[in-house]
């Protein structure tokens, strides 16, 4: 099976512009959550989804959205970049909200 | 604010050694913790923990929870190059399952 998948995988933008990350969970996985890893940081939860609806959402920004598609694929999406934004976002997805979630290699954004 | 601290930060061990990485944790809403094992990108899965006491065992590496004193341990035993990596623990709160994660422990095994 294959497990969670991210595109791109490597990202670079500037200041100021937008950018949309993608995410395929794992087969017959009904929640995807989206996390931000900063260099020598563990991850930090953004948001979660499941069946569609927004479950949770993390300390981030009205600059930082998301949705889930009825196929349970994702989209995270940043407006506004700002330096700081520049970072390893992972999705990881689970069965159900009691399974342990699984991740996907993560997006490398850097923004310049 | 949910808090989760690791310990120590990082540590370099011979292979053939037996290492214990500790997780502490204060939440509300305890649902599980997890540990995970991030070498280049993803972290990999390894043990969910839910229940006090009971030790969960994959091949080298156990596991086990403590809700009373509110910690965690992973060992690592008769260790090898294969095991240097990042190890994060998590903790998963809440309804919406969300994880809050510590710092990680940087473990480097020498041959």
């Known amino acids: 099976d294959a497990g969670v998948t991210q595109s791109p995988t490597h990202l670079i933008k500037t200041r100021g512009q937008h950018v949309t990350l993608r995410c395929s969970p794992i087969?017959?996985?009904?929640?995807v959550s989206w996390y931000q890893q900063v260099l020598g940081q563990g991850p930090q939860f953004i948001f979660q989804?499941?069946?569609?609806?927004?479950?949770g959402r993390g300390n981030f920004p009205d600059r930082f959205s998301a949705r889930q598609f009825p196929n349970y694929s994702s989209e995270l999406n940043v407006n506004a970049l700002l330096l700081g934004d520049s970072a390893l976002y992972l999705c990881?997805?689970?069965?159900?909200?009691?399974?342990?979630?699984?991740f996907g290699d993560g997006t490398r954004l850097s923004i310049l | 604010e949910d808090k989760v601290v690791q310990s120590p930060l990082s540590l370099v061990v011979h292979e053939g050694d037996t290492v214990t990485l500790n997780c502490s944790y204060e939440?509300?809403?305890?649902?599980?913790l997890l540990w995970y094992k991030q070498e280049k990108k993803a972290p990999t899965f390894l043990f969910m923990l839910?229940?006090?006491?009971i030790e969960k065992k994959s091949g080298r590496l156990s596991s086990i929870l403590d809700k009373k004193e509110l910690f965690s341990i992973l060992n690592i035993t008769a260790t090898q190059t294969g095991d240097s990596a990042i190890y994060l623990c998590?903790?998963?709160?809440?309804?919406?399952?969300?994880?809050?994660f510590g710092k990680g422990i940087t473990l480097s095994v020498r041959p």
């Open positions: 990881a997805s689970s069965r159900d909200v009691d399974q342990p979630q699984h």
């Open positions: 939440v509300t809403n305890f649902r599980s």
């Open positions: 839910t229940s006090s006491g």
């Open positions: 998590a903790v998963e709160t809440g309804a919406n399952s969300k994880l809050t």
């Open positions: 087969s017959g996985h009904k929640s």
């Open positions: 989804y499941y069946e569609k609806e927004e479950r």
